[in-house]
Nanobody, 117 residues
Framework: QVQVVESGGGLVQPGGSLRLSCAAS????????MGWYRQAPGKQRALVAT???????NYADSVKGRFTISRGDAVNTVYLQMNSLKPEDTAVYYC???????????WGQGTQVTVSS
């Protein structure tokens, strides 16, 4: 069993910053590919940023230069530093982890990010 828990969402003004945290636990290898996705109202869930087990990162064009995905010191934790936030970044942000043991992807419950003045 694998659990994924996100935290750090909230309300922020345009131009502000937030840092999201994600912790995965359970039957996992020491390092796994992890990622952040978001779903805005009325839209499909979309990739924000991913990081491979080797540390390579990938970003959606809309967040390049503003968002940074990084690993924490604890096993299977990942952060999303979001700067220069825009109203269009408003969404529920989801974290996932790919387990190389089960060959499955596990998702968290999501955390709401609202960018508004």
């Amino acid at each position: 069993q694998v659990q994924v828990v996100e935290s750090g969402g909230g309300l922020v003004q345009p131009g502000g910053s937030l840092r999201l945290s994600c912790a995965a636990s359970g039957t996992l290898a020491r390092t796994n590919a992890m990622g952040w996705y978001r779903q805005a109202p009325g839209k499909q869930r979309a990739l924000v940023a991913t990081i491979t087990s080797g540390g390579s990162t990938n970003y959606a064009d809309s967040v390049k230069g503003r968002f940074t995905i990084s690993r924490g010191d604890a096993v299977n934790t990942v952060y999303l530093q979001m700067n220069s936030l825009k109203p269009e970044d408003t969404a529920v942000y989801y974290c996932n982890v790919y387990s190389s043991i089960s060959s499955r992807t596990y998702w968290g419950q999501g955390t709401q990010v609202t960018v508004s003045s």
